[in-house]
Structures are given as structure tokens and as C-alpha cells.
């Protein structure tokens, strides 16, 4: 059974330029969440999407946006790189049984974006 | 104030010792408690979750909630040199529209053989 799974592993961007990262759930799962995590912090929530929709979002700018497809994957788009974007983004699936609500989350190994 | 916090570390024992990791929380509405591990540049690992107050144990490891004092606790028996990563406790709550998780900032553990 695969876990989460994540692509690119790593990215390379210069200030000004936009970037797409991808997840794909862990098989059964339909929820997904993206976060940022800074290097020696823990993750920050940036957005959840369930049944193609943002359900939840946390702190983070309109630069920052997201899509989930009907096969549940996501994707995470940010626009107008700024240096302090540089971090690792990790995704993490959920499932949503109507009326069982598991509020564990399984997280993928991230790509790690660098903005130079 | 950090609404989860957590001391940094390094946390530096040696094989075989027990191992306590903690953190605290101001939000009450907390119930769902999670620990994680993460490996140097990997994804954390969800090691173990409660709800409300309590002890959960699975194998050597022990989590502990005490709400009323807004305080979680991971313990580990028998630390292993592989037992060596980041520890990161999270929580949210029990609320159909908030089911962010909110992260404290990580206990790096060193395991000495």
C-alpha cells in the first residue's frame, strides 16, 4: 500500500517565479492538507481540500493556492517567489468517512523548495 | 506565545535510558493529540495519537494527556540509537471546520550507543 506520495523531491526557484508541487494521497484517503515547514520549526498549516474544494486555510497569502482532482490528488501553486518561501512543504492525507471522523494525518516526505 | 510549545532540545541520552518529551498548549478547545517523528530531511511520522485526557501505551513508547494542565508528554522506553530524530507533538480540534493540525517546533532526541 503506498504512503503519500510527493513530487518534485527538490526544486530550485529564483524571486518572482512560480512553482507547482504535487501529492497524491495514501490509498483510501480523500482529504488532503498542505503545510510549510521551516528549517528547526514545526509545520504550518497553509490550506486543507476536500471533495475539490479549500475547506480550511490557514495564515498564508493569495500567492499561495491550491487544487485538489477528482482522483484526490493536490497540487500546491505559488506565485511570486519570495526568498522566505524557501522550505520544506509536506502534504498529508486524511480519510473522511461520512459520520467517522479520523483526524490523523499521514504526511509524505515534502519537497524541499530553495529560492534563490 | 506560540499556542504549542516545546523545548528544542538537543535532547542528548544514552541507549537504553527512558526518554521524556513534552509540551504545553494554551488553546482548551485542544482534544485530538498527536506525536511525530521526523528524520533528518524526511516527513514526519505519526507515531501515536490520544484523545482528551489519558495514557495510551504501543511497545516502548507511552503518550500522556492531562488537559487540565494544558500539558502532553511522550515517553520512551529503552532508547535506541534509531530512536534518534525530531519529535513533534500536534494537535487540533474536535470541530468539523478546523481540522488543521497545530504543530509545536520539535524536540531533537540524540540517542548515544
Known amino acids: 500500500d503506498a504512503g503519500v506520495t510527493q513530487s518534485p523531491t527538490h526544486l530550485i526557484k529564483t524571486r518572482g517565479q512560480q512553482v507547482t508541487l504535487r501529492c497524491s494521497p495514501k490509498?483510501?484517503?480523500?482529504?488532503v492538507s498542505w503545510y510549510q515547514q521551516a528549517l528547526g520549526q514545526g509545520p504550518q498549516f497553509i490550506f486543507q481540500?476536500?471533495?475539490?474544494?479549500?475547506?480550511q486555510r490557514g495564515n498564508f497569502p493569495d500567492r499561495f493556492s491550491g487544487h485538489q482532482f477528482p482522483n484526490y490528488s493536490s497540487e500546491l501553486n505559488v506565485n511570486a517567489l519570495l526568498l522566505g518561501d524557501s522550505a520544506l512543504y509536506l502534504c498529508?492525507?486524511?480519510?473522511?468517512?461520512?459520520?467517522?471522523?479520523?483526524?490523523?494525518?499521514?504526511f509524505g516526505p515534502g519537497t524541499r523548495l530553495t529560492v534563490t | 506565545q506560540k499556542e504549542v510549545e516545546q523545548d528544542p532540545g538537543p535532547l542528548s541520552v544514552p541507549e537504553g535510558a527512558i526518554v521524556s518529551l513534552n509540551c504545553t498548549y494554551s488553546?482548551?478547545?485542544?482534544?485530538?493529540f498527536m506525536w511525530y517523528r521526523q528524520y533528518s530531511r524526511k516527513g514526519p511520522e505519526l507515531l501515536m495519537y490520544?484523545?482528551?485526557?489519558g495514557n495510551k501505551e504501543d511497545g516502548r513508547f507511552t503518550a500522556q494527556v492531562d488537559k487540565s494542565s494544558k500539558y502532553i508528554s511522550l515517553f520512551i522506553r529503552d532508547s535506541q540509537p534509531s530512536d534518534s530524530a525530531t519529535y513533534l507533538c500536534?494537535?487540533?480540534?474536535?470541530?468539523?471546520?478546523?481540522?488543521?493540525?497545530?504543530f509545536g517546533s520539535g524536540t531533537r532526541l540524540q540517542v548515544q550507543p
Open positions: 490520544t484523545y482528551s485526557s
Open positions: 490509498s483510501g484517503h480523500d482529504t
Open positions: 488553546n482548551s478547545a485542544f482534544q485530538y
Open positions: 500536534a494537535m487540533n480540534q474536535m470541530d468539523t471546520g478546523r481540522r488543521a493540525l497545530t
Open positions: 498529508a492525507s486524511s480519510p473522511e468517512r461520512s459520520g467517522v471522523f479520523s483526524y490523523e494525518q499521514y
Open positions: 481540500y476536500y471533495e475539490e474544494e479549500e475547506r
